[in-house]
């Protein structure tokens, strides 16, 4: 089962301005081929369908851990998509009143790379790829063969590990690079684990083959707290007791890659400590989140204090 907590992995800083263009492309990272959508797909499934659980614990653990992980790199991505479509908050403009929608206040919107982002979601988040093509079933690879998936596992962080650069070098806005930044030092956790789940199995020192791309993670100023406070070295088990069997394969010795910042692989019970989320404004005009929002406030309010 899973466990829900009402926190980002991290806080994400507010955005300098509206941009659609940016969200749609941040969308790439939510339901391209090489998506969060895709990583949490493949290893839920991985997960649900593995053979021999208690016999392979170490592995299955892994691949269960980084599932809950990807879950919440899903919700942080569509944070950062949400927060760039609707632009820096102004607190009082859900109560103002609709402005004249004669004067067609979303003018721009007709304009943007992905409309249906404003005239179906309301400027929100949805598992399409940054030209608006659905995310698929046909992305998720689950073969009940370990060797096989945990390659495979491998060839998809790397995957993903390049569109987030291709990404991140798109964007400008401290938003859409923060969320890249963290992504990057996760996403290369991530591919590190696979490979070294495959040294313990084969014998093959995959992990020579990170990074990939060979870009290093020091180059991007958005990784370096991330690296500085010893991410690229943790491994979560998103549990308050459980899949602590990963560190059969995360740890026992085992380095940071060279490139990073030494110190010894660690595995960390638990989450991290997360950060509060953005609260995005109602737009009365686009009917977000409906008719009168003073009314919707005060029916939410009552409701509330009940509950207490």
Not at 192 to 197: I, K, W
Not at 270 to 287: N, R, S, T, Y
Request: one cysteine or more; charged letters at 25%.
């Amino acid at each position: 089962m899973f466990l829900r907590v009402d926190k980002l992995q991290i806080e994400l800083p507010p955005p300098m301005r509206q941009d659609p263009n940016a969200a749609s492309a941040l969308q790439e990272l939510l339901g391209g081929k090489y998506g969060e959508m895709s990583t949490l797909g493949n290893y839920l499934f991985q997960s649900f369908n593995f053979r021999s659980k208690s016999k392979l614990k170490p592995f299955y653990s892994l691949v269960a851990a980084i599932t809950a992980e990807e879950l919440g790199h899903v919700e942080l991505v569509s944070n950062g998509v949400a927060m760039l479509a609707n632009g820096p908050d102004e607190p009082d403009r859900d109560v103002a009143g609709p402005d004249d929608i004669s004067d067609a206040p979303y003018e721009t919107m007709k304009d943007a790379r992905l409309a249906a982002a404003f005239f179906s979601h309301g400027g929100g988040a949805v598992p399409v790829d940054s030209n608006g093509l659905s995310w698929n079933k046909d992305f998720v690879t689950t073969t009940g063969n370990v060797i096989f998936d945990l390659l495979h596992n491998f060839h998809l962080e790397c995957g993903a590990r390049l569109h987030k650069l291709r990404v991140y070098e798109s964007l400008t806005d401290p938003t859409g690079r923060e969320v890249c930044g963290y992504l990057l030092v996760r996403g290369s956790v991530h591919a590190h684990a696979y490979a070294l789940a495959l040294k313990k199995i084969t014998g093959v020192e995959i992990e020579k083959m990170l990074p990939t791309p060979n870009i290093p993670l020091g180059n991007i100023p958005e990784c370096q707290k991330y690296l500085a406070e010893g991410s690229h070295r943790c491994l979560y088990t998103f549990s308050p007791e459980d899949y602590r069997e990963i560190a059969g394969v995360w740890g026992n010795g085992e380095m940071a890659l060279p490139d990073d910042p030494p110190g010894e692989l660690e595995v960390v019970e638990g989450m991290p400590d997360g950060g509060k989320i953005h609260e995005l404004v109602g737009e009365p005009c686009a009917f977000t989140p409906d008719y009168a929002p003073e009314e919707m406030f005060e029916i939410a309010e009552k409701l509330y204090k009940k509950s207490r």
